[in-house]
């Protein structure tokens, strides 16, 4: 069994002063979407401020996901004050049962964003529709609909990092030139992925216990079987906290990922950015986020820096105020879908005027597409399973495929081993803005995805043969094997050195910065969390030593 590279490798980098879905990938509905014993989040952490009408502030950070709270902890740390503003909740209160999070199976209004019935990405199970009505809620999960693709992406104070299965995975190295192509893999790899590993409580599982532990039958099982078919099977890393995993298994702490807890949240054992980067960012003194607030427009000051336009909205979606406060500098860090949106309408609308033409270009879906398989009675996956996912099957070089082994939590036996495929697609969609529709759309075309389902083909046909076994078809739809309608993985629409300069800073203006997955054009040939932390650690850096 081979590893990805591993964490242990990466947690001697320093941070000079210079210098925090879909991991995602399990079930949701039964859907695919890790310190020590990690808690709910802190309510002081994720205390929610409110930014008032005129105040001006050094950094505004739009978004509080990967890239932004890398952008807030190093500007807090080099003596910035920084404002985040991010459009979902702060997920500090427990609900009526005391959780503040759900788990997959039991969905209600906190699971879904402005939603009045569930969007699972699993829409069936065994034939039946899982999707169901519920209150409109600003919930944790957005499933964003654009022609031809449903997006996924987290809804609240830490962005993705709430919603994943916390797969902390480093590209291949010789991979790296498809995924940034004008960046240093030198520096990268030597400075910047340690760093970020560091910093998101990067660890991987103990390979003796995970041979033995119940809760990873279903990986097992998909080890035995991809090894049979001569693929590698790789473990990689995460940021769950395995001991607190051990805990849960053992039945001495509360159970979260052994409780069917991922892409609503898991209330213990994941290191999401609440505990990570945004912890240390508000310890810093210098670093305050207003949750439910959504960036609106950015247009220049006449006294110089920038005007932002920003609404607050409740627990329904209602606009309840529109505030305008100042920012010497603006970092965009709202997520490939939401940063790629607004620059994209402030440029058409004239707001942002001279921003590149590049902006809402290279934008893709990292090549996701799930598929599951029946397996024969003498396969059981098992009944209890993670929601944590440790393992993939590596056919990338041969070809174009790299498949997550994911849970299915059901709480019951399936005989199903399921799959979030990984591709490469050579397909690119651009977000355009609709004056008639006051909408910016994205021009997705679903027949691209069949490059994406023939390469995940070259590993589960001949898995599939070998075994003896077939395709599931009541997972997406009636008679469908395919997870085709989806991402978890937005990446582009700002790219690097195209959008932006070669360390995120928007051509046409100065101090207006990306700094997410908006920059990485389309794919990262892995989980791609991990490579836009990364991407976020050497951008800062260059801004912070030469802008400031």
């Given at each position: 069994m081979n590893e990805f590279p591993s964490s242990r490798a990466n947690e001697s980098s320093g941070v000079s002063r210079r210098g925090f879905l879909i991991g995602a990938g399990t079930l949701a509905g039964m859907a695919a979407l890790g310190g020590h014993a990690a808690a709910a989040p802190s309510t002081k952490l994720a205390a929610a401020a409110s930014i008032e009408p005129g105040t001006h502030v050094s950094a505004l950070v739009v978004g509080t996901g990967y890239g932004g709270s890398v952008a807030a902890l190093r500007l807090a740390q080099?003596?910035?004050d920084v404002?985040?503003?991010e459009m979902g909740m702060a997920w500090d209160t427990p609900g009526p049962d005391g959780k503040i999070f759900n788990k997959t199976t039991e969905p209600d209004q906190r699971s879904f964003w402005l939603r009045t019935r569930t969007k699972q990405p699993l829409s069936q199970f065994l034939g039946y529709p899982i999707d169901k009505a519920i209150p409109?809620?600003?919930?944790?999960?957005?499933a964003e609909e654009f022609s031809g693709i449903t997006i996924y992406q987290g809804r609240g104070v830490g962005g993705g990092s709430l919603v994943n299965g916390g797969m902390a995975v480093t590209p291949q190295r010789e991979r790296f030139g498809y995924v940034l192509p004008t960046v240093d893999p030198a520096e990268m790899y030597d400075v910047y992925y340690p760093r970020a590993n560091a910093g998101l409580g990067v660890t991987d599982v103990d390979p003796d216990w995970w041979d033995k532990a119940d809760c990873y039958q279903f990986a097992r099982v998909g080890k035995k079987q991809a090894e049979r078919s001569g693929f590698p099977f790789v473990l990689v890393p995460n940021v769950y906290d395995w001991d607190y995993m051990k805990r849960e298994a053992s039945g001495?702490?509360?159970?979260s990922a052994l409780d069917g807890e991922v892409i609503f949240g898991n209330n213990h054992g994941k290191k999401s950015l609440q505990q990570t980067y945004l912890a240390k960012a508000r310890a810093t003194g210098r670093v305050e986020i207003s949750a439910l607030h959504q960036v609106t427009a950015v247009t220049p000051a006449p006294s110089g820096g920038y005007t932002v336009t920003i609404d607050q909205i409740d627990t329904v979606g209602s606009k309840v105020a529109t505030k305008i406060v100042t920012a010497d500098r603006v970092f965009f860090a709202a997520g490939s879908v939401g940063t790629s949106k607004l620059l994209t309408r402030l440029r058409a609308t004239g707001a942002l005027p001279a921003l590149s033409e590049e902006i809402g270009k290279g934008w893709g879906d990292n090549g996701n597409v799930m598929c599951g398989r029946a397996n024969h009675v003498w396969d059981p996956t098992g009944s209890l399973q993670s929601t944590i996912p440790t393992a993939g099957i590596d056919n990338w070089d041969a070809g174009g495929a790299f498949a997550e082994v994911a849970p299915l939590p059901t709480g019951?036996?399936?005989f199903a081993s399921f799959y979030l495929s990984i591709t490469k697609s050579p397909h690119r969609a651009e977000f355009t803005w609709n004056p008639a529709t006051d909408r910016v759309e994205l021009n997705w075309d679903r027949s691209w995805k069949q490059t994406s389902i023939d390469a995940a083909r070259t590993i589960f046909d001949k898995i599939?043969?070998?075994?003896?076994?077939?395709y599931r078809s009541d997972l997406f739809g009636a008679y469908k094997i395919w997870g085709d309608h989806l991402t978890y993985h937005p990446l582009g629409g700002a790219v690097l050195d195209h959008a932006t300069d070669n360390h995120g800073r928007l051509r046409g203006y100065r101090n207006l910065y990306v700094i997410d997955g908006a920059l990485i054009p389309g794919n990262t040939t892995v989980n791609p969390f991990v490579t836009v932390t990364a991407l976020a650690e050497r951008n800062i850096e260059n801004i912070i030593s030469k802008d400031l």
């Open positions: 080099a003596g910035v404002h985040m503003v409109r809620y600003t919930g944790i999960l957005d001495s702490a509360p159970k019951f036996e399936t599939n043969k070998k075994e003896g076994t077939v």
